[in-house]
Structure formats: structure tokens, C-alpha cells
């Protein structure tokens, strides 16, 4: 019988079927389209750039496997990228790409030339023109289904829940969402925005990165068209705007966002901000941006603790259809603490490795990959053991250090205590002075100016913070 890209797709599925579990599968193989043969190269249909990404960065082996079983060893798989089109309702854009032919577990990272029309490209719409569709850059696959709650979250999720529920219409408004690397930022962010679109698809949704929106003011800037460039912004129902901690220096674009910000408040349209800290110990930032900043809510994601951890994981193995005993869960979630990124890392890793060494999963190999994620993630160093060092440097005790004495050597060590607790911890400036002698904010950041005056004035006190941070850093 003569194959057609229709008969080796399906014969394809079938093994694909019975090699991974049947979420993974509807997820992930349910949508593909088979579009053409030609020789030994068939060409497939996914919907998104990420749907290609994720099929080359978890199934490209078993792809591959299923590919050589119907087209022999000389087996291509192309894929054909259908994106929606930015700008009109024309047909859907399209961009062929062939499947990665290095190492299945390390995809090959490719260009992809239609990129440009996927990201905004501000096409600076009239005031009284009728609004044209609008990307929403949204990742579909970010979405509130498949974010764990937890203790660290609650507060973060909850608020995120009602602002999707009721864009513009909560006290929630803006909704920063800050906290440290990997904990779920980004995350929650597309999640309000997914949920948004679902529940009013005529509402203008837009994500956007602060270093992207301060491109764009550049570019408007340069050719003259910063009035249009606003006018734009201000059509936005629902915006969001990722790391708005970048925008720190940034005169002129924080000049920019303050208006829109205005606009879009003052109209009820909903602002979204994420950031790696709270409004309070943002610097360089205009008090008058900070203060709106502060308008609506500022919910903290924390770390999660270890039952959110075992969550983590099961939902993140659910997701890709693979099974893991209870007690290797147990064990990365026992040791690996500090984000998700970190925790759906080390799944990754036990997935590629066992699947390239063929090998099952054990306690051993969970052992050998997470001690490598531990030595290879920088040891953040905790406010208590800093106050210990700091301390003992000065010979003195916690408390004493901690009192609220202002002889001048108690001081400074104090004042060490809190630029190095700002310097090698993630926590706020508020935690930070909580911690060391129930301090403000205020005094946490007036040490900090102190300690960098004296570091680079007094020959001595620069021997201190040398001294010190071999001792925390070692």
C-alpha cells in the first residue's frame, strides 16, 4: 500500500499511545495535523511555536523512534507552524521547521523567522480608528489549572483568581505579584491574562516585558512617534507588564507608563505588574510611579514549603504523562527547597537521563542530579547565620548586635549586618530590618548607603566588608 503522511502519522500515533499516558497524549499528539509526505520527510501541523518547542524538549526521542519504525533510519519531520495572524483575519501565518538531528535530549535551538510577527510590532493606532486584533503574547500553557497553591502563594493565586474573575472591577488594581526566581511569577501573570480571555474574549489583553515596552518607547522616540506609541497602550484593557523592576534609571519610559497608567486606571482597565521585589524596595523608580505602584495589592510568592513541593512534582509528572515511585518524589522535594523552576528541573533531568541510559528511575540517580543542582545553585546564606558571623567577627553576641545601643563599633557591625543581609539574601528590606533588632525599611537602606560611603572612604572599614564576605561566601 502506498503511504500517504495521513497513513504514517497514524501508525505513528499508535505507538506514541502506547508509550505515554493518555493526558500527555491528548495534550500533545490530539492536536497534530499531518500534512504532507515527501520521501522520507513528513511535515506535521502544530499550532504555536511553544506546541514545537515542548514536542522537541519532551518527545523528540519518542518521535524519533516512531518515525524510523515507519520511515527508516533517513526519517525528517518537519514542522509546520500555524500562527494566528497580528494583524488581520487573513490566513494563519506559517513557517517550516525542520525537527532537531543532534542528541534527542538536547533539542537544538532553532530561528525562527516568524517570530517577529508573533511579538508586538506597535502598530501605533489612531485615536477614533476601530481597534484592530490585538496578539495577547499570552502562553496558554500558563494558566491557574496547572498552578499548585500553597501556603507561599495563597494570597498571590486568590488575589490573581479575582482579578481574573473581575478585570478593572476589584480593589486589586494594579495586582503586583513580586517574589524571587522561579516561584511562579510569570506563571500567575499569563494565568490572569488566559483566564481573562476566556471569560471575555472581547477584552484587549496584553503581556509584555518591561525591556521589551522601554524598546518600543525607544523606537517611538526615534522616529518621532511617542504620541502614537501612547495612544496604543492606552487601548489595552487588561495590561500586563513582567519584571517591572527593570524600568529602574529609565527616565523617560518610566515618564511614559506613568501616563498610561493613569489612563488605563482612571478608566477602569486593569494593570498587572510582576516584579523580583516589593514596591517598597524598588530604587530608581519615580515616587509618584511607586505610589500608584502601591494603589491596589502587593502579593508575595514564597518559597514553597515541602508539602507544595510533592504537589509540585505530582502535577508536573501528571502533566507529561510519566510515573515516578512516591519515595524519589519524597526525596527531590526533602532537597530541593528554593524554587519550582529548580524542582521541575530536576525532573526533567531524571526523565532525560533515564530515558537515554535506558535505566529506570532510582533513588541513586535522584542522588546524582540533585546533588548537581545543589552544587551548581549559589548557597544563599541566611539573615540569622549572617547576624552569627558578623558577630563573632566584632566579638560580640547577637543580641548585642541586635540592641539598640548606638556606640559607634555596635553600629557598624549592625549596619554590615543588614548591607550584607540586602547583598547575599533575596528577602525585603522590611524582612531584613525585622530581623536585625526590629528596624524599619528606612534604617536597612540608610546602612546600606553607609557601608558603600565607608567601603570606598576608610582604607579599615573596606578590610571589614573583604574580610567578611570570604567568611559568608566560602
Given at each position: ?381 541566611s539573615i540569622e547565620y549572617i547576624q552569627k558571623v558578623v558577630s563573632k567577627y566584632f566579638d560580640m553576641d547577637v543580641a548585642t548586635l ?73
Amino acid at each position: 500500500m502506498t503511504k500517504t503522511a495521513e497513513t504514517v502519522w497514524m501508525e505513528c500515533l499508535s505507538f506514541i499511545k502506547d508509550n505515554i499516558k493518555p493526558q500527555a497524549y491528548k495534550t500533545w499528539f490530539e492536536p497534530i495535523k499531518p500534512i504532507k509526505l515527501s520521501g522520507e520527510a513528513l511535515t506535521i501541523q502544530v499550532p504555536s511555536k511553544f506546541f514545537y518547542e515542548w514536542l522537541e524538549e519532551h518527545y523528540i526521542k519518542l518521535l524519533r523512534v516512531a518515525l524510523v519504525r515507519q520511515l527508516g533510519n533517513d526519517a525528517k519531520l518537519i514542522y509546520d507552524v500555524r500562527m494566528e495572524n497580528t494583524y488581520s483575519s487573513n490566513s494563519p501565518q506559517t513557517v517550516k521547521i525542520p525537527s532537531s538531528n543532534r542528541n534527542p535530549l538536547k533539542p537544538q535551538k532553532v530561528s525562527v523567522p516568524i517570530e517577529s510577527k508573533r511579538e508586538l510590532k506597535n502598530p501605533f493606532i489612531i485615536p477614533g480608528l476601530q481597534k484592530v486584533k490585538i496578539e495577547s503574547q499570552l502562553n496558554p500553557n500558563y494558566n491557574f489549572a496547572n498552578f499548585v497553591e500553597g501556603d507561599s502563594n495563597r494570597l498571590a493565586r486568590s488575589a490573581s483568581m479575582a482579578v481574573a474573575n473581575k478585570p478593572g472591577g476589584t480593589s486589586f488594581n494594579p495586582l503586583l505579584i513580586y517574589g524571587g526566581v522561579g516561584l511562579g511569577k510569570t506563571h500567575l501573570a499569563h494565568a490572569i491574562g488566559v483566564e481573562i480571555k476566556d471569560k471575555y474574549p472581547d477584552k484587549t489583553v496584553l503581556y509584555i516585558s518591561s525591556e521589551k515596552f522601554t524598546q518600543q518607547f525607544i523606537d517611538s522616540v526615534k522616529s518621532n512617534t511617542r504620541n502614537d506609541f501612547i495612544h496604543f497602550y492606552q487601548m489595552i484593557d487588561v495590561l500586563i507588564i513582567d519584571d517591572v523592576q527593570f524600568l529602574s534609571g529609565k527616565a523617560g519610559t518610566q515618564d511614559v507608563f506613568f501616563h498610561i497608567f493613569n489612563h488605563l486606571h482612571q478608566n477602569g482597565k486593569q494593570v498587572i505588574l510582576t516584579s523580583d521585589k516589593a514596591p517598597v524596595d524598588m530604587q530608581d523608580i519615580e515616587q509618584r510611579l511607586l505610589s500608584r505602584f502601591k494603589w491596589g495589592l502587593s502579593a508575595e510568592l514564597q518559597a514553597p514549603d515541602y508539602e507544595t513541593r510533592i504537589s509540585i512534582l505530582q502535577n508536573k509528572l501528571f502533566r507529561d504523562g510519566v510515573e515516578m515511585p512516591e519515595e524519589i518524589v519524597e526525596y527531590i522535594a526533602k532537597n530541593i527547597k528554593s524554587n519550582v523552576r529548580e524542582l521541575e528541573g530536576v525532573i526533567i533531568s531524571m526523565i532525560a537521563q533515564a530515558s537515554f541510559n535506558r535505566k529506570e528511575f532510582t533513588i541513586e540517580l535522584a542522588k546524582q542530579i540533585v546533588d548537581k543542582f545543589v552544587k551548581n545553585t549559589k548557597k544563599e546564606v541566611s539573615i540569622e547565620y549572617i547576624q552569627k558571623v558578623v558577630s563573632k567577627y566584632f566579638d560580640m553576641d547577637v543580641a548585642t548586635l541586635q540592641s539598640k545601643t548606638r556606640k559607634r563599633h555596635i553600629v557598624q557591625a549592625r549596619q554590615l549586618a543588614m548591607y550584607f543581609a540586602k547583598r547575599l539574601t533575596k528577602s525585603s528590606l522590611a524582612s531584613i530590618g525585622s530581623q536585625i533588632g526590629q528596624r524599619d525599611h528606612a534604617t536597612v537602606l540608610h546602612a546600606c548607603k553607609t557601608v558603600d560611603n565607608l567601603t570606598e572612604t576608610d582604607k579599615q572599614f573596606r578590610k571589614y566588608v573583604d574580610d567578611l564576605l570570604k567568611k559568608l561566601t566560602l
